[in-house]
């Protein structure tokens, strides 16, 4: 478990912009590398590479609604997904039918949008903010289950004495890419060896 203060201050060991047992005590310098760390962890949660579980969430559909708005306070309550990875209805014999998942141009090309029917084939997924919507074709006609496979997110909300747990080898990846970001605000040299720890703990 590492803490905002804790990544920060690991990272700019890494980058010598602090010495060793030193600490960030400054309130305006811990506002603004909170936030660099916060504005790369957003970036790492809309690129595939860096998300690392899919786990499995499911819905029960409103006859006749579409889309289904989800996200807080939506019609399915689930943090909103960047991308719906998979997709599929339930029947009650707890079998999977595969949702094709559709692009909009695909979806635009349904003459009839309003078509229902107890198992829909088609779903696109549209990732508004701060509500995403899931449009499905034909538009299920009773209260089916959903099955999503979802993105999980590494929280961009991290206060300075907030806590958070990483998946092995993440908190790593996170220290020595952060020294990389803070390298620009502190006008700091990136040495090849902190580039290369960086970039090899994010491939892995």
């Known amino acids: 478990m590492a803490?905002?203060?804790?990544?920060?201050?690991?990272?700019m060991r890494k980058l010598r912009a602090l010495e060793a047992g030193g600490a960030v005590t400054d309130t305006a310098q811990q506002t603004d590398t909170i936030a660099t760390l916060n504005w790369m962890i957003e970036f790492w949660n809309i690129r595939r590479d860096f998300i690392y579980s899919t786990p499995r969430f499911t819905q029960t559909l409103t006859p006749s609604l579409n889309p289904h708005m989800?996200?807080?306070g939506g019609d399915i309550g689930l943090a909103r997904p960047p991308k719906i990875e998979s997709a599929s209805i339930l029947d009650s014999n707890n079998r999977e039918y595969p949702l094709r998942i559709i692009?909009?141009?695909?979806?635009?090309e349904r003459s009839n949008k309003t078509t229902e029917n107890t198992i829909p084939r088609d779903l696109w997924y549209d990732p508004a903010f701060p509500l995403g919507r899931i449009y499905l074709w034909p538009v299920?006609?009773?209260?089916?289950?959903?099955?999503?496979y979802l993105w999980t997110l590494l929280s961009s909300t991290l206060t300075w004495a907030g806590t958070i747990t990483f998946p092995p080898g993440y908190?790593?990846?996170v220290i020595y890419n952060l020294a990389l970001e803070l390298a620009m605000d502190y006008g700091a040299p990136i040495t090849p060896e902190l580039r290369k720890e960086a970039y090899?703990?994010?491939?892995?």
Do not use: C
Not at 3 to 11: F, I, K, M, P, Y
């Open 3 to 11: 803490t905002g203060q804790s990544l920060v201050q690991s990272a």
């Open 70 to 72: 989800i996200g807080a």
């Open 103 to 108: 692009s909009r141009d695909e979806y635009q």
């Open 140 to 148: 299920p006609s009773t209260a089916s289950t959903i099955v999503l």
């Open 171 to 173: 908190e790593k990846a």
């Open 200 to 204: 090899d703990a994010l491939a892995a």
